[in-house]
């Protein structure tokens, strides 16, 4: 693309290659379970067991708010997800996994992580760090000087500046599914 290796055309490119193509491994690798790769990133960001806001939810699972409601709704159908009003402010509705959905992504997280082991970027490297490990480091460090809104604290937590979380309390589905 560039006549100077390196040149930010080439970065871009690369990048948006990557992703694509990794998104269509892994998206293969789930399909067999109809788990959409953004299905995955949901399931992924709330396998803390922290529960988080959907706008923070949105944010990490690059989705607009209506479209992630509809895919936490289908989520949420399959006994995969709950939702909850916050304790502390009852305006926000938090979504949390079940019980199911914590099996459910430890099984997945398992097939993801062989189909990526294929590719030979989990093995360690000569200073001991996980090449994939460093190389979403790399990313993280890029992501944020690109995103002042996206904070990463020392341990590689996303903290996104939230929006208003503010959903309609009656959406918020029973937890003991």
Known sequence: MSDVPGAPADLLRSLTRAERLLSRRLGAVLAD???????????????????????EVSTEASLPPGTLTKLVDQLVDRN?????????????????????????????EERVRASIAELGI??????????????????????????????VDPVGHHDPVRR????????????HR
């Open 33 to 55: 379970d109809a788990i959409s790769i953004e299905a995955w990133r949901v399931l992924c960001l709330l396998a803390d067991g922290e529960g988080h806001p959907m706008s």
């Open 80 to 108: 995969l997800v709950f939702r909850r009003i916050d304790p502390i402010d009852r305006r926000r509705i938090r979504a949390y996994l079940t019980a199911r959905g914590r099996r459910e992504h430890a099984r997945l």
């Open 122 to 151: 989990t093995e360690s490297s000569e200073l001991g760090v996980p090449p994939a490990a460093d190389l979403v480091s790399q990313l993280d460090d890029l992501i944020g000087r690109l995103d002042p809104t996206r904070r």
């Open 164 to 175: 208003d979380d503010r959903v309609d309390a009656g959406t918020a589905a029973d937890p």
